[in-house]
């Protein structure tokens, strides 16, 4: 997903219009249009602009950087596909295999599979399942990934 698609997506989910986001971002008179132009892919805000989206938005910033340095940083990217694409939660195998150390990975997959089957079973609904893909991961689970390390 393109970063001006993840801008929409969350500004909706946070029930924001264009304006008001543009507003909160202290944009001048244009504030909608910078906004239309970010999420249309017309423009790409500077690092220091999308970090300032992501506290205005309140979600995490690496939710707007698509690095593969880490394991987090390669799973929130097959989370953000999974949700692109409505995978049902099948994680390639080979993208497991670029890591060394599977216990970590191993409690993000079963996280995140948990959070699948929740909202495949209906226990939550898809607008909670997206507040935890924007808040991933939270302090419990960096904690216990901290215990592996």
């Known amino acids: 997903m393109k970063l001006g698609e993840k801008i929409k997506l969350v500004r909706k989910h946070r029930g924001l219009t264009q304006r008001e986001l543009g507003e909160r971002l202290h944009l001048d008179g244009n504030a909608a249009n910078r906004i239309a132009q970010y999420e249309s892919g ?3 805000p500077k690092e220091d602009r999308i970090q300032e989206i992501a506290r205005v938005l309140n979600v995490r910033k ?10 987090e940083d390669i799973i929130r990217t ?8 409505d995978c049902g939660g099948s994680v390639p195998i080979d993208a497991i295999l670029l890591f060394d150390n599977f216990e970590e990975v191993g409690c993000f997959l079963k996280e995140w599979y948990s959070q699948k089957k929740r909202l495949r079973t209906r226990k939550i609904i898809k607008a909670k399942y997206l507040e935890w893909m924007l808040q991933w991961p939270t302090e419990k689970e960096n904690n216990k990934i901290s215990l592996h390390r």
């Open 62 to 71: 690496e939710i707007f950087f698509t690095r593969a340095e880490t394991p």
């Open 78 to 85: 097959l989370i953000w596909y999974d949700w692109e694409h």
């Open 42 to 44: 017309f423009r790409t």
